[in-house]
């Protein structure tokens, strides 16, 4: 089946599967926009498309909303017009809107849609800080395993991890075709120079252990605390042993592969 890819900011990515649309962690403010809180955040990009663009949408894949790079202000705007949202338990009560499902790791949900029988959305474990204790810190985030029938393999999106013990679980359980992988090594270096999310090196290794067709990164610009500028992600990957599994996506430009 023809999916289509369009990353439209930070890990904001239109996923299109036969005429299916799905938003991930919507992110819709624009560059200068800054975010008090525990860790004030500093949006240095704006997005390619606003959701007038992307016209309607028939799910939304939320990683997690207590972080603003996953869900911004505009993003918390766009998610109430969505029919359906899936993210975590968490989430549910602290969205309070009743299109928002909550799943914990492993549990599945199927989608009836005649544009892709057999759609399931599966959620996968994430560790969104470098140890799992610090997890109580950054809270609970999913990533997501897409199914469908008469799939080459899963689409495996990883949410806001790094490389743990859950990635080599995630691995045993699915064959996966395609990961969209949430990169970029943020983090606050003044604080704790552990990484929150896939440093280019883990997204390698992680590519690597799930023997994808196709790796495309996502959620590495667009924000001052990502750690790894996009050249230098972009050098590591088109230099090693998975260069030709890469699928660089440009920005507001959709980009076509069969699963």
């Known amino acids: 089946m023809k999916v289509s890819f369009t990353q439209v900011d930070t890990a904001c990515m239109v996923i299109d599967i ?31 498309l606003q959701p007038k663009d992307i016209g309607p949408v028939d799910l939304v894949l939320l990683s997690h909303d207590q972080h603003k790079d996953n869900l911004d202000n505009a993003g918390r705007e766009f998610i109430k017009t969505v029919k359906q949202v899936i993210s975590t338990p968490g989430a549910v009560e602290r969205l309070a809107q009743n299109n928002v499902t909550g799943l914990n790791e492993w549990e599945s949900i199927s989608i009836a849609t005649a544009k892709v029988p057999g759609l399931r959305i599966t959620a996968t474990p994430c560790q969104h800080a470098p140890t799992q204790e610090q997890t109580k810190i950054s809270g609970h985030v999913i990533g997501f395993m897409i199914e469908w029938e008469g799939q080459q393999g899963a689409l495996y999106v990883s949410g806001d991890t ?49 023997n994808v067709n196709k790796f495309i990164p996502t959620h590495f610009e667009g924000w001052k605390h990502f750690n790894e500028k996009p050249e230098y992600l972009h050098e590591q990957v088109t230099h090693s042993d998975i260069k030709e599994k890469l699928l660089w996506l440009q920005p507001g430009t959709p980009a076509v592969i069969e699963i």
């Open 18 to 48: 036969n005429g299916f649309v799905i938003v991930t962690d919507p992110a819709f403010d624009t560059e200068g926009t800054v975010y008090e809180g525990p860790r004030t955040l500093y949006k240095t990009g704006s997005p390619r």
């Open 162 to 210: 790094v490389y743990f013990d859950g990635i080599e679980e995630i691995a045993k359980r699915f064959k996966v075709h395609t990961a969209v992988l949430h990169v970029g090594k943020a983090g606050f270096p003044d604080i704790n120079y552990m990484p929150l999310t896939f440093t280019t090196e883990m997204a390698i290794q992680t590519a690597r252990l799930m």
